[in-house]
Structure formats: structure tokens, C-alpha cells
């Protein structure tokens, strides 16, 4: 085989193997996405999973996004468990140190994640077709039950 040939060949042999090894599959014969892990072992070799083969698989599309459950991420991080509105089954957890009951994940300006007591945003203004809201003082008393809510205008119950 002449050198031009060899060289050929190997040209060939490389576009041949990237065209054809362009997704990578982990436990599983037919990855679904550029990086698939079937975590169960239990995706068919041809055609889709089913829901419940699925739930257990990790996806990385073409465009980034990665799914947990879900065969096409359709944002950056798209989890999806197999709970119901009857019986939910929690999808994320995170652990900071700053967790705790009655905390939820609020961000800043920069999209920052921090764990905070929830709180009541005071807003005074305008509403509607010019109605002037004049607030002098509102108490919010929250147990662990419902809220109460208070508002005096004046001075007196409205």
C-alpha cells in the first residue's frame, strides 16, 4: 500500500469512527444523548425507555442541557422523579449548612442561591386606577397555622 493511500485510509478510518462513536453510553447499548448513563441497567437496546426505565438514567443533550429522568432536557437542569400529585417524590436537595424547616431558596442579582426565612415584603404605592393604599401600619402575626392578617387605616379597623 503506497503512502497516499495509508494516509487515506487513516483519514477515513477516524471520520468514519467520530461519526459513528458520537454519543457515549454508560450501561446502556443506546445512548439517547451525547452522554447517557442508564443507572438500572434496564433501557431496551433499541427505541426508547419507558418512563420507569428512565427514571433511574442521567442525559447529557447536545445543546448542554441535563436531564435527570427525563430522556430531552428541555432547560440547563431538568429532573424529573416519578412522583405524582397524589404521592410527590422530591426531586432536589440541597445541603449548605444554611438549610433548615420553614426556609426556602431565594436569590440575589447575580443568581446566587441562598437558604431564608420567609418574609412579607412591605409594599407601599399606587394600585390600580390611581388608588392611593394609606397604610399607617399593618401587623402580620404568623403561627403555625394560617395568617392573620391586620390592616388600620387612621388608626381604625376598615
Not at 83 to 90: C, D, E, F, K, M
Request: aromatic fraction near 6%; charged fraction near 15%; glycine fraction near 12%.
Amino acid at each position: 500500500m503506497t503512502l497516499l493511500k495509508l494516509k487515506h485510509f487513516a483519514a477515513s478510518f477516524i471520520f468514519m469512527s467520530t461519526s459513528m462513536f458520537g454519543q457515549v453510553g454508560i450501561n446502556t447499548a443506546n445512548p439517547l444523548g451525547t452522554f447517557h448513563v442508564d443507572g438500572g441497567k434496564n433501557n431496551p437496546t433499541s427505541g426508547s425507555p419507558s418512563t420507569t426505565q428512565l427514571s433511574d438514567d442521567f442525559i447529557v443533550a447536545k445543546t448542554g442541557n441535563v436531564g435527570f429522568g427525563v430522556l430531552s432536557p428541555s432547560v440547563k437542569i431538568d429532573i424529573s422523579t416519578s412522583g405524582t400529585a397524589a404521592s410527590p417524590l422530591p426531586g432536589i436537595k440541597i445541603n449548605d449548612g444554611l438549610q433548615g424547616k420553614n426556609k426556602v431558596l431565594t436569590s440575589d442579582e447575580n443568581g446566587i442561591g441562598t437558604w431564608k426565612r420567609q418574609s412579607l415584603e412591605l409594599v407601599v404605592g399606587t394600585m390600580g386606577n390611581g388608588y392611593n393604599l394609606p397604610f399607617y401600619m399593618i401587623t402580620i402575626i404568623i403561627r403555625q397555622g394560617p395568617i392573620l392578617c391586620c390592616l388600620l387605616e387612621n388608626g381604625l379597623l376598615p
